[in-house]
């Protein structure tokens, strides 16, 4: 919180990078890992195949639960999440197909978080 603060109060932006967690926070790790996916790949730096537990999936099941009950993907959810903060300026995302980046897109539908998603947001990611 500190170094948004201080950017915050110096007129600076913070960017996000990987809002996504590398994808993680997507729908495509919720069954098993894709053959082409980050994780899978044996040069990959950020993401390895022993990262993806099952105690993260069982996270990421319980959060794909909260983002359809807003109508949103876990990736739309996490998005917004990030983006709440009015001193993040933005989120550094990529994508490998225009899909995707439509979906990404579509976050801005809903922006807006209630308390209670909040903290079983939190709950959740502090399990």
Do not use: H
């Not at 915050?8 to 809002?19: D, E, K, N, Q, R």
């Not at 899978?40 to 319980?62: R, S």
């Not at 001193?87 to 490998?96: P, R, V, W």
């Amino acid at each position: 919180d500190n170094l948004l603060d201080t950017q915050f109060s110096l007129g600076g932006g913070v960017i996000c990078y990987s809002a996504l967690q590398q994808g993680l926070l997507t729908n495509k790790y919720i069954d098993a890992i894709p053959e082409d996916s980050r994780a899978k790949n044996p040069d990959a730096i950020w993401l390895k195949e022993k990262d993806v537990t099952k105690e993260l999936v069982e996270k990421l099941k319980k959060l794909d639960v909260i983002a359809k009950k807003r109508g949103q993907t876990i990736a739309q959810m996490a998005l917004v999440w990030t983006l709440r903060n009015e001193k993040m300026t933005s989120a550094l995302i990529s994508t490998s197909k225009v899909k995707q980046l439509e979906e990404n897109i579509q976050a801005l539908d809903n922006m807006t978080f209630t308390d209670d998603e909040l903290k079983a947001i939190d709950d959740i990611l502090n399990s």
